[in-house]
């Protein structure tokens, strides 16, 4: 019996699925002070008092963040978070879906670079959570 969620076409299988994550999730709340967008100081541009951003929630391989200002799929945001005790780290991740509640955007995105190292440390962090 082949389940629902996987559809022959032409021969080939293929997994169909609602959930775009690739990786378990955590709840992770944090204010992102002084963010880049595309290269861009967000502070300079919009004169916000106080976090501009805070995260909600992040895995291994991308974050979704709470912000005040909106950001388009294909940007790219970098900024720095601590997780548990270890030293803060510079995060590079790609815009990936835009969600809008409440006045606030709901950004989802991939991490593009991190290392093994930092990967771990967030896999660490989610799998204890």
């Known amino acids: 019996m082949i389940p629902k969620n996987i559809v022959h076409k032409n021969g080939d299988y293929i997994y169909k699925s ?3 994550r690739f ?3 955590s709840e992770f709340y944090a204010d992102i002070y002084y963010p ?3 290269n861009k100081s967000v502070y300079e541009q919009y004169k916000f008092e106080g976090p501009i951003m805070r995260t909600i929630n992040l895995s291994k391989t991308g974050i979704l963040i709470e912000s005040k200002i909106a950001l388009q799929v294909g940007d790219f ?3 720095t978070l601590k997780i548990g005790d270890n030293p803060s780290f510079w995060y590079l991740a790609e815009v990936k879906r835009i969600t809008i509640k ?3 955007y709901y950004i989802g995105c991939e ?3 991190l290392d093994m190292n930092q990967i771990n440390i967030i ?3 989610v799998d204890s959570h």
């Open 77 to 79: 945001i970098n900024f």
């Open 123 to 125: 896999e660490r962090y």
């Open 111 to 113: 991490f593009i670079s």
């Open 23 to 25: 990786a378990n999730r």
């Open 102 to 104: 409440e006045s606030f």
């Open 36 to 38: 880049t967008v595309n």
């Open 18 to 20: 609602s959930e775009k």
